[in-house]
Nanobody
């Protein structure tokens, strides 16, 4: 089993920045791909960014968010710049054998961290 714990969420004004972290423990060798998803109130969970051999971003965050991982620390990051009120959501980190599996809801998931962007 893999355990994922997010941190770094909070309240920020529009235009500000936050960095989310996702610490992994357990059978982390099973996670080739890792990523971030988010769910706003009343909306479906949506893909934000993923990292495997390459990085991938949703159109809504491309150019503003940067995903990275430090394999030595078993930690993944999401640097979020130029935040907008519509970025407000609970952000979840995930890990799986592939990005496709992760996008289908498989793999390991964290409990989420709240990001609130005020206008």
């Amino acid at each position: 089993q893999v355990q994922l714990v997010e941190s770094g969420g909070g309240l920020v004004q529009a235009g500000g920045s936050l960095r989310l972290s996702c610490a992994a423990s357990g059978r982390t060798f099973s996670m080739y791909a890792m990523g971030w998803f988010r769910q706003a109130p009343g909306k479906e969970r949506e893909f934000v960014a993923a990292i495997g051999s390459n990085t991938y971003y949703a159109d809504a965050v491309n150019g503003r968010f940067t995903i990275s991982r430090d394999n030595a620390k078993n930690t993944m990051y999401l640097q979020m710049n130029s935040l907008k009120p519509e970025d407000t959501a609970v952000y979840y980190c995930a890990g799986a054998v592939s990005i496709a599996a992760m996008k289908s809801g498989f793999g390991s998931w964290g409990q989420g961290t709240q990001v609130t962007v005020s206008s």
